[in-house]
């Protein structure tokens, strides 16, 4: 019997709905008290010292730079294996995206940031791989050694405060992981969550920056700069300018309008209150359902998810097919549609992108990321698949490599 499964539905219940409507009929309908509980919720679950909710996590990665102060001239290290955001985020704020291999478990290579960093590096983003968080002892331990920091020339009074370095994790895809007992938000300087519609929780579109800065920086000070700076720069928001009287304002900074709309906060504030009890598990049991069949086939190689004091966040399931080609890899995700089943591939590794080989990057220098690339095939995983549907999908992978 022919089923037919989508790769990543939004998960819209009943909760999300009333959230939502909450919202229309309050008579306040952009930025307001929705982002403000779901920026609370996230400072809450992630144990942050503030949260700052935006547009995207793209928006929110070019926010965090540009606060910095990193601009033309300045390098940022990413990984190739990334969606583009990654990239455009560094680009859009003038300065040069240095990309470097990633290693088997996808996430970035710590030993190629350390051959990549020079007296121009600003900032390194790491990239949480499906929901697997970076090793973040080793990258935070690098940019604190003395050679590193020496190498670090500081411009502007935060660089000059940090004096090395800064973190910018990617965590579009980990919220909820943990890394030796602690969730992804508090890991870096700063991370950046997305809540675009296929992550873990939505808002249709959005992100959120959790600010995790050292004790020579007030983090509330600085959400208190950002939010400013998501808002235009205008001292009052919009939702103050409505209170009687209140109408007078001032533009202290050429900000951005990356703002969140209290409409699209609602269902990620409805998805957050019951993500840890019921969505996080529900993808756990399907991540652990395709664990244990896969297991039994010598030529599956299964995402990392048994290392002691880490933890996904279940957000992709991307299975790997011993020594297949590319081209071998398209042919079963041709079959997979066939039968009825939307799979996907995570990343088409930055240097293969046109916009990138203009740059002169050539993949041939990343054979780790290709190699998890050509050989990649990301199942779909969210709680409203059930097992049946499991089975079905690891059925129809498993006829499908028989028949290479
Ligand atoms: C989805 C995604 C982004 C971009 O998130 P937006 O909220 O759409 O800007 C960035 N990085 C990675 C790894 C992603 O998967």
Redesign the pocket.
Known sequence: MLMKIPFSPPYIDEDVEKEVLDALRSGWITTGPKVKALEQEVVTYCNAEAALAVN??????MLALHWFGITHGDEVIIPAY??V??ALAVLHIGAKPIIVDVEGDFNISVQKIKEAITEKTKAIIP?D?AGWPCKYDDINELINEPEVKNKFLPKGENQKKLGRILIVS?A??SIGATYKNRRTGTLTDITVF???A??NITTA???MICLNLPTAFDNKAIYATLRLWSLNGQTKDAFSKTQAGGWKYDIVYPGFKINLSDIAAAIGLAQIKKYNSHLLVERKRVFDFYTNEFEKYNWALLPPYNVIHSSSSYHLYPLRIKNISEHQRDSIIEKLAVNGVSVNV??IPLPMLTVFKEMKYNIHHFPMAYTNYATEISLPIYPQLTNLQCAYIVKQIVNAVAEL
């Not at 995207?56 to 990665?61: E, I, K, Q």
């Open positions: 995207s996590a793209t928006s929110g990665m990334t969606y955001a990654t990239v791989f990617d579009a895809h997305s809540f675009h296929v992550k579109e959005g992100g995570h990343f």
